[in-house]
């Protein structure tokens, strides 16, 4: 009987392959596991004086004189897989955007851990989101993550603890432009959710310690709001508000936590709007911004898109952008992107 069911279930996995929606199979009234993810293919065109990337993030390379340069690829593609048995829970999600990939040959890209966590009732251990993080309020785009300068983004280890809207955790703890192997203590965050048929606001602060280079210590603090509120029967604005000593909790690289001796602060918002052009078609335009109160930089993205859904799990969508960045003494830069996503759910 055992082998029966092995068997059984080995048939089930190789017809999961071939789904076209996130497959779940039922071990027992107690047991489940699911298989989920997407592929990802997106054709790139990225035009000035900041150098290509497949995706911006906080910062770039400057280049002597504009440039044009067009990819396609499909690295963003995950994979995940959530197991169940009662109150327990394990999760681990891979994409491709670990490096890699030989573009005269194989294009060949290294797999890497997203996610890698245990939940068992009120708590959760392991690396996911960041508790600071609202996720609900990233805007839909074809540039990954989107307006990333405005965005809190982090994913790390964790011990979390969540009470009905209420959330606090202890996290990796990590300082940019620091001395890292001085750290002690972990970071600090407590998050509180409003939740309504209008939508969700969440309240977000942080506390930790920082280590300089010379090894001197350092305290930090922050705060956030975000979240998604409902307009009409189906549109939506997205917004994120940042202030305080956040350095790379925010804006994906975009500022350090220490500059030499002295603490980072920073202020990043980000909002769009999405709008519902029918049941299958949806356009989102929006526009994110951090600035640094140390090295007096500013950093800038906006874009508008439309997507529209062929399937029930397939999806197409373009969008136009321009990343822009501006930074104390040195002369300003910019470059304008487009970009075709094609997006398969499993």
């Known amino acids: 009987m055992k082998t029966l069911k092995l068997a059984l279930l ?37 035009s000035g004086d900041i150098a290509y990337r497949d995706f911006w993030i906080g910062t770039g390379q400057v280049l002597p004189k504009s440039q044009s340069q067009f990819k396609i690829f499909a690295n963003e593609t995950r994979f995940n897989t959530k197991y169940v048995h009662g109150d327990v829970t394990g999760f681990v999600e891979m994409d491709f955007l670990g490096g890699g990939g030989n573009q005269i040959i194989s294009n060949s890209a290294h797999p890497r851990i997203r996610h890698a966590f245990i939940k068992y009732k009120d708590f959760t251990v392991g690396q996911t989101w960041s508790t600071f993080m609202n996720t609900s309020a990233i805007p839909e785009t074809a540039d990954f993550a989107g307006a990333t300068v405005g965005l809190a983004f982090i994913r790390q280890g964790q011990i979390r603890y969540s009470m009905g809207g209420f959330k606090v955790a202890l996290e990796n703890p990590e300082t940019f432009g620091g001395g890292n192997e001085d750290e002690t203590m972990p970071d600090v965050v407590g998050r509180y959710d409003f939740k309504g048929d209008w ?56 500022a350090q936590d220490m500059v030499g001796e002295e603490v980072e602060e920073v202020t990043s918002y980000l909002v769009s709007y999405r709008h519902f052009w029918n049941d299958k078609v949806r356009s989102s335009v929006f526009y994110g911004n951090i600035q640094t109160e140390v090295t007096d930089v500013e950093r800038s993205q906006w874009g508008v898109n439309v997507f529209k859904d062929l399937t029930k799990n397939l999806a197409v969508g373009f969008e136009v952008g321009q990343f822009i960045m501006d930074q104390k003494n040195t002369s300003d830069a910019d470059s304008f992107y487009s970009q075709l996503s094609l997006r398969y759910m499993l």
């Open 199 to 254: 939508g969700t606001v969440s309240v977000s602060a942080l506390g930790r310690q920082l280590v300089s280079q010379t090894g001197q210590k350092h305290s930090a603090f922050g705060a956030s709001v975000a979240g998604k509120i409902n307009v009409s029967d189906k549109d939506d604005i997205k917004f994120q508000v940042h202030h305080g000593e956040l350095g790379r909790y925010i804006g994906v690289a975009a």
């Open 10 to 46: 080995s048939a089930s996995i190789l017809a999961a392959g071939t789904a076209n929606a996130a497959y779940k199979i039922d071990i027992n009234d107690k047991s489940s596991i699911s298989f989920g993810g997407y592929i990802k293919v997106d054709g790139r065109l990225v």
